[in-house]
């Protein structure tokens, strides 16, 4: 790999990785089409792991404040039992996400190689993303928010292995139909994202270490992983903004455009 494409392919992880269009299928469709016949799967967990550390960086208080209200277990302040409710609410979330992603893993390789399957799956996302617009005005906060909500947020992160479909698009557009605040839906979507991203680059790195995909030079790599950190990090503050005006519906026609465009490429081809 050279210089110029880890770092391409660093920049399309960070764009896509937050904002609800799926990087899983950018990374596919674009590594397709820079001629890489198979997944780089060590490359792919390398900008995973980045842009888990901006993600780390962006929610470091609300980290913060969650581990320090199960340290102070017994202080029973409203703060304290919104934000353990928050933690608690991440591991329901996590249930149904570890139990989709384990039952889905064994034909992930396949989904990873099919650039017409992703092109579809880009649809969906357009089409769930426009479907969460008539929930723009949503009005329940963390003091609201139920179990149902966390579990059913976490089934469609599971859903979101499938490369094609966006994580965060399926993950706040269920919050904003379940009548869940953007802001809420935005911050518990990516709290919620932690644990899985985790859990998905030890199975990653697993396989690729497995696959013997060591890089022989790996300072592009250290390059791509770097751009990937760092715009990530100002994609985050970027959605946040784009989540709270209104404008979640954008990402649907991009979804669209992209998944259709890929697709007839893919059929002229």
């Not at 030890?202 to 300072?219: D, I, K, N, V």
Request: proline letters at 3%; glycine letters at 8%.
């Amino acid at each position: 790999m050279t210089t110029p494409q880890a770092l391409i392919l660093g920049i399309v992880q960070a764009l896509t990785e937050f904002l609800p269009v799926s990087s899983s299928a950018h990374l596919v469709i674009m590594q397709d089409y820079l001629g890489f016949k198979k997944p780089l799967l060590l490359f792919d967990v390398i900008l995973h792991a980045a842009t888990l550390g901006a993600l780390l960086v962006y929610f470091r208080k609300d980290i913060g404040k969650m581990i320090l209200s199960l340290v102070r277990l017994k202080e029973k302040s409203d703060e304290e039992m919104l934000n353990r409710k928050i933690f608690y609410f991440i591991l329901i979330g996590t249930i149904p996400t570890l139990a989709l992603g384990l039952f889905l893993n064994q034909w992930i390789k396949a989904m990873f190689t099919s650039v017409t399957f992703t092109s579809l799956m880009l649809l969906v996302t357009g089409t769930i993303l426009w479907i969460s617009k008539r929930k723009a005005d949503s009005e329940r906060g963390i003091e609201k928010m139920k179990t149902t909500d966390a579990f059913l947020i976490g089934i469609m992160q599971g859903v979101a292995i499938i490369p094609g479909i966006s994580r965060s698009g399926a993950t706040i557009s269920t919050g904003l139909l379940r009548g869940i605040k953007k802001e809420l839906a935005f911050r518990y979507s990516f709290l919620l994202s932690i644990p899985a991203i985790i859990g998905a680059l030890g199975l990653q790195l697993r396989e690729a270490f497995l696959e013997q995909t060591l890089p022989s030079h790996p300072f592009p790599w250290i390059g791509g992983a770097l751009v990937a950190a760092v715009i990530g990090y100002l994609s985050l503050i970027l959605f946040r903004k784009i989540i709270l005006g209104k404008k979640l519906r954008i990402f649907a026609y991009y979804c669209w455009t992209i998944g259709t465009i890929s697709l007839i490429i893919r059929i002229a081809t």
